[in-house]
């Protein structure tokens, strides 16, 4: 018995390994005005490999910068975008739209996120994102911070799941994800689910290797599933340079090359300035994968603060729940 589960153990680690350098051997060259890209799981769609964040394009005080910031981002390639229906109680999401005016739209890759659990808040959810983002169809539609152990039989049990099949069947909505950053045990738990996934995100980034680590967890099933897996916190979160950053002294070179050394589609990322996406852009159209050894090291390098969470406090607290999902499951805001 001993010898059989070894086995077994074994052939799945390979199989993981397989699939892994499948994603990083999907990497398309830069273009002269591009990216590199990867395929979005069973999609078929390619991406771009770095996303532009919602919340924080949705926190950048002159409007009209924020707007020439995702022209720019569009401009250089980065057209994988991101939102969610309560980033800054929707007005992330109505920038974007004024953003994607002109042609733009059919340009960009659109994802924005549910925070509703049953049918008709669905349904509210993706009419007020449609109208907001000026947009008759969201690319993907994800729903948003599976972070409690219920939440994903809410979706199934009070009809959220329903209303997303329902909207793509309308063509309101192409593709059907979900998203979490409190513990890998949700994320299996919504992907045994019986509804085959498109996307998946997740915290990704240095530390998560030492501690409820997704990609040790949960990567390797999106994989085996064929689900795109997007990650998000490759800095640890913190506004606006990111914990690991100003806490650990690494650089947003090192950081950002170790998530896209994963078998990620794509990474989201955080800006708020011109300064940050020209950084950005840069990262991504010199990247290079890590070698096994590299990747080892900087995990050495951060271990000592990285095992017991203290820089990943959005995985053990509700510091970082958005206020809806508190509300909606009776816990208190501010």
């Known amino acids: ?18 699939l892994a350098q499948q994603v990083l051997a999907q990497t398309s060259p830069a273009g002269a005005a591009g990216l590199p890209t990867r395929i979005l799981g069973r999609t078929g769609v390619r991406v771009s490999i770095l996303c ?24 250089e390639g980065l ?42 808040g669905s349904m509210k959810n993706l009419d007020d994102s449609l109208r907001r983002m000026k947009t008759d169809y969201i690319d993907l539609w994800q729903f948003h911070e599976m972070c409690y152990h219920n939440d994903p039989d809410w979706v199934f049990d009070k009809g959220g799941l ?37 996307a998946s995100q997740m915290p990704i980034n240095v530390l998560d290797a030492h501690f409820r680590s997704f990609q040790k967890e949960v990567v390797p099933v999106c994989l085996r599933k064929d689900v795109g897996v997007i990650g998000m916190k490759g ?11 100003s806490e650990l002294g690494l650089t947003a070179e090192e950081c950002f090359r170790y998530c896209l050394s994963l078998p990620v589609t794509t990474q989201v990322v955080g800006i708020n300035s ?54 909606q499951h009776g816990f208190a805001v501010g």
């Open 274 to 327: 011109m300064a940050h996406l020209k950084q950005d852009i840069a990262i991504a159209r010199d990247f290079k994968p890590m070698t096994a050894a590299e990747m080892r090291a900087l995990e050495d390098r951060v271990a000592a603060e990285a095992g017991d969470g203290r820089h990943e406090l959005f995985k053990s607290t509700q510091t970082f729940d958005g206020p809806h999902h508190r509300k």
């Open 235 to 245: 800095l640890a979160g913190g506004f606006p340079n990111g914990r690991i950053l």
């Open 162 to 198: 329903k209303a997303a099949l329902e909207a793509r069947q309308a063509g309101k909505v192409r593709y059907i994800g979900f998203t979490g950053h409190k513990d890998p045990l949700i994320h299996l738990k919504m992907l045994n689910k019986p509804h085959a996934w498109d």
């Open 79 to 120: 057209t994988f975008f991101d939102n969610a229906w309560d980033y800054h109680n929707g007005g992330s999401e109505e920038i974007m739209g004024r953003a994607l005016q002109g042609g733009k739209r059919q340009k960009v890759f659109l994802m924005t996120k549910n925070c509703e659990r049953d049918h008709a």
């Open 52 to 75: 532009l964040g919602g919340w924080h394009i949705g926190a950048v005080k002159d409007q009209n910068e924020a707007i020439r910031i995702m022209h720019a981002a569009i401009d």
């Open 1 to 18: 018995m001993e010898r059989t589960t070894s086995r077994r153990h074994f052939l799945q680690g390979a199989t993981a390994a397989a």
